[in-house]
């Protein structure tokens, strides 16, 4: 069985790691942190081509090495591309799921097919359409060398967000279950697959929800009476990428203030 491979404190000629959603928010925090650490980054973005760009010039000012890849993790055709352009920069070691969408609060009575097709197609289908192609790189079973992957989840998994968007949280579940069952399917194939589980974080996912003070409102009522910051939750994605967390697979690590951690 392959060792779980190093990743942070590895030399950047190890491998790459690949950001879904990379520009912005708690993904632009793990790509500067990875690069921070050593690795070359590519960053993935769905629309929003300068803030790709901001965060790869500021990782280069930095010294560091990254590329911007677009596309729609929920886009086949654009989960092939993304995947060409990591093999065209090096070894994909590291794959962080981070892309991801909430939407406005509705009922479950308000809710069209539509919606899901998009809260499920981004969240869901694209972590899973992302874990394939990096595991027919990754796995030794295809010739690979191992890697790490981790999957950004949330604590609506757990809450359920009754209300807000049930539908979110389901698709956030869904990652909670695939999370174990990977990790157990390429368990002997040097792969490990963890998951972290964000509570309400200050960034503009919230925005574009249509409540853009909802971390801020919500903060002084949480556990922790404050929102969450993105590098909190990158530092947790670093550790469970990195050979200091190499016994670990299939876990999920709640960065939540003490959010959601009573049942
Ligand atoms: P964010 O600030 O809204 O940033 C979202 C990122 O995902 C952007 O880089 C965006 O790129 C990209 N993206 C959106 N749709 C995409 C698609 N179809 N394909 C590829 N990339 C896409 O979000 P965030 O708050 O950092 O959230 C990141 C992850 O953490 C998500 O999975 C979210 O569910 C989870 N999370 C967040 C919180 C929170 O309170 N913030 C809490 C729990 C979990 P463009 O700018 O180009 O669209």
Not at 195 to 212: C, E, K, L
Not at 239 to 251: F, I, K, Q, V
Request: glycine share 12%; proline share 4%.
């Amino acid at each position: 069985m392959l060792r779980p491979f190093p990743l942070v404190g590895d030399r950047m000629e190890n491998g790459i790691v690949l950001v879904t959603g990379g520009s912005r928010g708690i993904g632009a925090a793990i790509a500067r942190m990875a690069a921070a650490r050593g690795h070359a980054v590519l960053i993935n973005y769905n629309s929003n081509v300068a803030a790709a760009e901001a965060v790869c010039a500021e990782i280069a000012a930095a010294g560091g090495r990254a590329e911007a890849v677009a596309g729609d993790v929920s886009v086949e055709a654009d989960v092939d591309a993304m995947f060409a352009a990591a093999d065209r920069m090096g070894r994909l070691i590291g794959l962080v799921n981070n892309a991801g969408v909430v939407d406005v609060a509705a009922r479950v009575e308000d809710f069209d097919l539509a919606r899901l097709q998009r809260m499920f197609g981004i969240n869901v289908y694209g972590t899973v359409l992302c874990s394939g192609r990096a595991v027919r790189r990754m796995s030794s079973r295809h010739g690979g060398q191992g890697g790490s992957i981790v999957n950004i989840t949330s604590v609506a998994a757990k809450l359920g967000s009754p209300g807000v968007f049930v539908d979110y949280a389901a698709a956030k579940g869904a990652i909670d279950s695939f999370t174990v069952g990977l990790a157990l399917e390429v368990v002997r194939e040097g792969i490990r697959v963890n998951a972290v589980r964000p509570g309400i974080i200050d960034t503009d996912i919230h925005a574009s929800a249509g409540d853009p003070d909802r971390a801020h409102r919500l903060g002084p009522d949480l556990p922790m009476p404050r929102p969450g910051t993105a590098d909190e939750v990158a530092e947790a994605v670093m550790w469970l990428m990195s050979d200091a967390a190499r016994y670990s697979t299939g876990t999920v690590i709640d960065v939540t203030g003490g959010r959601g951690i009573v049942p």
